[in-house]
């Protein structure tokens, strides 16, 4: 199948552009809770202020692209997982062994007053583990709750084969500029650049999986049908 990336990078946004009046505007996590009337599945779409497009339009470029719950049997919810992103409240910090975008952020910070040789070691921690990560948990709160994004209604079972998964895969593939001609590449000063994961450098994204696959076009057309089904913001 022949693609022009381009050209399906610039449908892409035009169909964010369409979901953003249809869900009423962007969001970010810092106005976000619970109470909000969070569709049960769905798919996420983040960007950050700084970060512009150059080669497929005007405004913000996505910088990651996420969904939830895709084994057999999973009950996790859209709000759980943008949840986990954004942190507690209390303590304004979080738990970056449950958010792979908390996780990545936080690789950033490597000067000497928030370096923690323990950050992103093992599947939980103890608790004078997690006091000494505290302050790197409350920049990367800070950091992601003031990232704008956009949610797509997508209620399917959840399994591997899903619909939110193939929008996601196929959404970070398209997007990922990892071992190929960068378009809409990071501004110079983006963040990303800082990460010790070299599949988020190279890729320009808050992703690793996906960011080396090809994408299938056809998926656009599955993104138009999902907007579009989707209700108007009242």
Known sequence: MMQNRKDDLIRFYQLLDRLEQKTGGRLMLSDCNGRTNWPLRGVYFFMEP??????????????????????????????QRLSQHKGTAISG????????????????????????????????????????EEPIEQEVSTIIRNMPFLYLDVDDAPTPSSQRSVIERNSIALLSNFQRFPLDPPSQAWRGYRCNREKVRLSGLWNQNHVDEAYNPVFLQTLETLIDKMRPYL
């Not at 405004?59 to 859209?78: W, Y």
């Not at 062994?97 to 007053?113: E, Q």
């Not at 928030?114 to 939980?124: A, I, V």
Request: net charge positive.
């Open 50 to 79: 700084s970060e512009v497009r150059t080669d497929t339009g005007l405004g913000l470029r996505v910088v990651r692209v996420g969904t939830h719950g895709l084994k057999l049997g999973s009950k996790s919810t859209l709000w």
């Open 93 to 132: 910090g979080g738990n970056h062994r449950g958010s792979i975008f908390r996780l990545l952020v936080g690789t950033t910070f490597s000067d000497k007053h928030f370096e923690c040789s323990t950050w992103g070691l093992g599947s939980t921690a103890k608790g004078d583990i997690r006091r000494c």
